[in-house]
């Protein structure tokens, strides 16, 4: 059961909360200040619109996309697809429209909650379509044009506030609470599937490790479909808590931000320190306010760190890691100042409840000091891959040593000498790579540059700066040109933005390794050269 008594239901904090302190604000946003009572009332009605769940059977939901992005609209809808008993499946407004198609049919998702800017695309989705979807119009009271339009479907508004829907009677905490979309090594989305049980767990370990109150202002630095925005939303509302939004500008330079929202509780990668501490953002006691500080999502440089811990002397901060399979973060290290300014802060120890083993190929655990790819068990371990059952029995394993269900990473970190020490995360073992907190399979990228070019050989290498943090991505082509403003049109057709390679380079005839391997090491040398810059 969750803290409320309302059991493992994602949505049990935000209905506690508008019980507790309905005129509390829930939502800052674009200079609004919405209250728990007005967004339930809102959220309430896109419930309306949706109808019932749409669950195929007892042992899964069913699943309701949202085509929105930083909008009263969206935070509404997923609170609304919640009320219906559905899962949600965020689709990024700004996603090419051949992406969002591809993952709308792959979900199964029948109903569609859209709002403004999701507009903007929603002709193609629907033309794409296979099937007839019903949508709602989160911020419409009038769909007569549009669903002129398309006779196919079910257009319906969805701005009438009504009264929320009652938590679900039945438990759900097996049940998918939301079908996030991460880059898929085969030129494909690869959809993670994370449940109610799930996520309580993660957040009653936040419960635990930090004091949070309805007095609580959060910053919701992360796009809808990148998990660690789960956290901003229901720990805030878990709480009574306030999240706040930050306009367009202030996503990458966010110090106004931070100052007029009065912001506590910070939550963002840390490649957003390192470009603030770069521009000298991060001043000595620039953010007295702050009281806790929280970075996940790639490697947090510790000299950033150390900056950022200056700036806010009032602040816990904290370097969290969790890949999506593991729902949000699984392990935390706290910043006390013996990390120095060198290299990488330490990814911490595992939270209450969970096993993280440094493991050989054979599954079993190295030697203290060795080291091996990350291995975690316990109750956030995700359900698996929507519709994949190959990639899932490969990623999701049984530990041999306890017969629990796990997840390998394909992180490669130490094994701490002795348990009291923190996992020192050192690379990934595959061709993946995280930029700006964005998970990225090369081989996505590789896939749809075959496609754009037609040639046999290309690869895809993620360009290191010199501390060996990812700044960008580099596209090599096996030919003697390429046409780099057309190859990219045809990428940015497919990719979303920031899988977009920063360089194009044309290779007559690729290195190669002594085994007769491609040498990316050799053509990432090549991008990197001062000739190339």
């Not at 009652?166 to 079908?179: E, H, N, Q, S, T």
């Amino acid at each position: 059961m969750s803290r409320n008594g309302l059991g493992d239901w994602l949505g049990a904090g935000f209905h506690d909360a508008c019980q507790r302190v309905p005129d509390r604000i829930a939502l800052s946003i674009d200079g609004r200040q919405i209250r728990y009572a007005e967004l339930a009332g809102i959220a309430g009605g896109i419930a309306a619109a949706l109808g019932g769940a749409e669950g195929p059977g007892d042992d899964m939901p069913g699943l309701t996309a949202l085509l929105a992005a930083r909008s009263v609209a969206a935070y509404a809808g997923i609170l609304g697809i919640l009320g219906t008993g559905d899962g949600y499946v965020p689709l990024n407004p700004g996603h090419p429209a051949e992406r969002l198609a591809y993952v709308l049919a792959h979900s199964g998702a029948r109903r569609v909650v859209v709002d403004g800017g999701g507009e903007g695309v929603l002709d193609a989705l629907l033309e794409a379509s296979a099937k007839p979807l019903r949508i709602v119009l989160g911020e419409r009271e009038d769909v007569d044009e549009i669903a002129r339009r398309h006779p196919r479907h079910d257009i319906r508004p969805g701005r009438k506030a009504a009264p929320l829907p009652p938590p679900p009677a039945a438990p759900m905490g097996d049940r998918v609470a939301y079908l996030l979309y991460t880059s898929g090594s085969t030129g494909r989305p690869k959809g993670v599937m994370v449940t109610h049980a799930n996520v309580a767990h993660f957040l009653r370990a936040m419960d635990g490790r930090f004091q949070l109150s309805e007095a609580d202002r959060f910053s919701q630095m992360f796009d809808l479909g990148f998990d660690l925005s789960v956290f901003d939303l229901f720990m805030a509302w878990r709480v009574g808590g306030t999240l706040c939004c930050p306009r367009a500008g202030e996503m990458m330079l966010p110090a106004d931000f931070i100052r007029r929202e009065a912001l506590t509780v910070w939550f963002s990668v840390p490649s957003v320190a390192v470009l603030m501490s770069r521009l000298r953002q991060l001043e000595p006691g620039a953010f007295p306010k702050l009281r806790l500080s929280l970075f996940c999502g790639e490697a947090f440089p510790a000299a950033a760190a150390a900056a950022w811990a200056s700036a806010a002397p009032h602040s816990i901060v904290e370097n969290l890691y969790g890949p999506t399979e593991l729902t949000l973060a699984c392990t935390g290290h706290r910043i006390d100042g013996s990390e120095g300014q060198a290299g990488s802060v330490p990814i911490g120890q595992p939270f209450p409840g969970l096993v993280a083993k440094v493991v050989a190929p054979d599954l079993r655990e190295v030697a203290p000091g060795a080291e091996g790819e990350l291995m975690v068990s316990g109750p956030q371990v995700a359900k698996g891959y929507w519709r994949d059952a190959e990639k899932t029995a490969a990623a999701f394993v049984t530990d041999p040593a306890t017969g629990a269900r796990a997840y390998l990473t394909g992180d490669l970190v130490e094994r701490p000498q002795a348990p009291d020490q923190p996992i020192r995360y050192l690379g990934r073992l595959d061709h993946q790579i995280k930029l700006h907190g964005h998970r990225i399979e090369l081989g996505e990228i590789e896939a749809a540059l075959r496609d754009a070019t037609g040639a046999v050989h290309v690869v895809a290498a993620g360009l290191p700066d010199a501390n060996g943090a990812i700044t960008g991505i580099a596209a090599f082509v096996e030919v003697d040109g390429i046409d780099s403003p057309a190859v990219t049109a045809q990428l940015s057709a497919r990719l979303p933005a920031y899988m977009l390679p920063k360089r194009l380079v044309a290779v007559p005839h690729f290195p190669l390794t002594p085994n007769g391997k491609i040498d990316r090491k050799a053509l990432v040398a090549l991008a990197t050269s001062p000739a190339r810059k």
